[in-house]
């Protein structure tokens, strides 16, 4: 009996016949030998029950080179129309490619093979979804092949030679689309060279944020609509608890508003040295009127909005301020709530455990050079945006982040305050400090406010 490869069972089938057609035309017409009917023949083919990838390569031969097979499955499936799939008695595994970084290389099933560590497994009927962080391609797997799958997800991975020929179809096609890679004989981490930069979160994030590569809707859909309300445009401040009332400080906002925005950007800076005179409450008003107080607020049909000085994605205004005072002068030690719209502080928490650390960790952050006389912690209130945003809800709001850091260190120059963001911080330890749920608000950076060091002499 003939034994065939195993790629010998992988079906492949479009939909969508006409883009099809016009895609095979452009990319024949860059291959001399082909007849003008191969496009359409081809594509009858494919969409009605489909091809195996060697009738393919039958096909392809008497028209052009081998190579052109693999252009054929690539070219379809950086358009998304095509189905890639195994079948033994009933359906063993399915890749639907969805983008342009989509590849599909064949290689020889002569090495032990394991997961790549960009691959991810998801609940679905009869087996599992297979994902990949690159987003090329996504797929899904009978219990059978997902059986293999954690199996080969094991250090020393799976050797292909002792499976049964219908699961190496599966395996072959997987690796091939790179959600497979060679498990390597050193026991080294498998596929870890390969985009060697990328975390498996980072490029997630990445792919998932972004069009080109996403999968399903992504942008305004308003998914929540008619099933719960948004989030209230303003967090009702917290009731019970000593309320600052911030002085009006119209010496230092007539100081910083007579200065130019280029000057300001000009001469803005990182500082993190803080003076032995600490910033004071009237600095420290002055800072938050002008960087982030409510201007205003509208009704709409689309909910109620507030105006801020800071542009924000979405106009959501999902940020929110808590004032960390550890050296204030005319303000107490404590963690306090930024009510921007009474510019107030509402007093949360007194000096804790916690709240050290929360300078303990803006120390470190800043390596070591500053321990900030006040620490401005950034939260989100993630559910203001995902009520309006799919797949990009959490990626808006760390860019809002960045929006209101920027605004924080021009309103620093401008009032001749030293001020330094910080890239990491402790987002539980917030929680604990300001009673909020790690799932519904959460710290998304933070901003060191102090005294020129400069203003003593
Ligand atoms: C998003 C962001 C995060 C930052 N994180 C830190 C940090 O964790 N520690 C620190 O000392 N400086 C931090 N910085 C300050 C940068 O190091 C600084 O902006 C950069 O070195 C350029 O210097 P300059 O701001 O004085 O022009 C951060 C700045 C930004 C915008």
Redesign the pocket.
């Known amino acids: 009996m003939t034994k065939h490869s195993p790629i010998q069972y992988c079906i492949l089938q479009v939909k969508a016949k006409e883009q099809c057609r016009v895609l095979l035309a452009e990319l024949f017409a860059q291959n001399k030998k082909h007849s003008d009917a191969a496009p359409v023949k081809l594509v009858d083919r494919l969409s009605s029950g489909g091809l195996t990838i060697a009738e393919l390569t039958q096909l392809m031969g008497s028209y052009d080179s081998e190579s052109l097979t693999h252009n054929v499955i690539e070219a379809l499936g950086a358009h998304a129309l095509l189905e890639i799939s195994a079948e033994s008695n009933a359906r063993l595994c399915t890749l639907v490619p969805r983008s342009r970084g989509f590849r599909f290389a064949l290689k020889p099933l002569d090495e032990r093979l394991t997961i790549s560590r960009f691959t991810f497994l998801l609940p679905a009927a009869g087996g599992a979804k297979i994902e990949t962080c690159h987003g090329t391609a996504s797929g899904w797997v009978s219990a059978e092949i997902l059986q293999l799958l954690i199996e080969a997800a094991s250090r020393s991975g799976i050797d292909p030679a002792e499976l049964h020929q219908h699961e190496q179809t599966c395996i072959t096609m997987l690796a091939a689309a790179g959600f497979l890679v060679a498990a390597g004989s050193d026991g080294a981490s498998p596929g870890y060279e390969e985009h060697a930069s990328w975390e498996f979160h980072d490029l997630l994030f990445h792919t998932r944020t972004r069009l080109g590569r996403t999968e399903g809707s992504i942008g305004a859909t308003y998914r929540f609509l008619g099933k719960e309300p948004p989030d209230p445009a303003l967090k009702a401040p917290p009731t019970g608890l000593a309320v600052v009332s911030l002085p009006a400080a119209p010496a230092l906002l007539t100081l910083a508003r007579e200065q130019s925005l280029l000057s300001i950007i000009e001469a803005r ?2 500082i ?1 040295a803080h003076g032995a005179i600490p910033i004071n409450l009237h600095e420290l008003s002055a800072f938050l009127f002008l960087a982030c107080r409510v201007k205003g607020l509208q009704s709409t049909p689309a909910g109620d909005f507030s105006f801020r000085p800071y542009p924000n994605g979405g106009g959501s205004y999902e940020l929110e301020v808590y004032v960390a005072s550890g050296n204030c002068s005319g303000l107490a030690r404590g963690l306090y709530y930024y009510d921007a719209l009474g510019h107030n502080l509402v007093l949360l928490s007194q000096p804790s455990a916690d709240f050290e650390s929360l300078f303990v960790d803006a120390h470190a ?3 070591g ?1 500053c321990y900030p006389q006040v620490l401005l912690c950034v939260a989100s209130r993630f559910r203001r945006v995902s009520w309006k945003y799919a797949g990009m809800s959490y990626a808006t709001q760390l860019k809002n982040a ?1 929006v209101l ?1 920027g605004t924080f260190y021009n309103v620093a120059t401008a009032l001749q305050l030293a001020g ?5 911080g402790n987002s539980e330890r917030l929680n604990a400090l300001t009673g909020t749920d790690f799932y519904l608000e959460g710290g998304v ?1 933070e901003f060191m406010l102090g005294s020129r060091a400069w203003a003593e002499n």
């Open positions: 800076r990182s993190r952050s800043s390596g050079m960045g850091l330094c963001a910080l890239g990491l950076t």
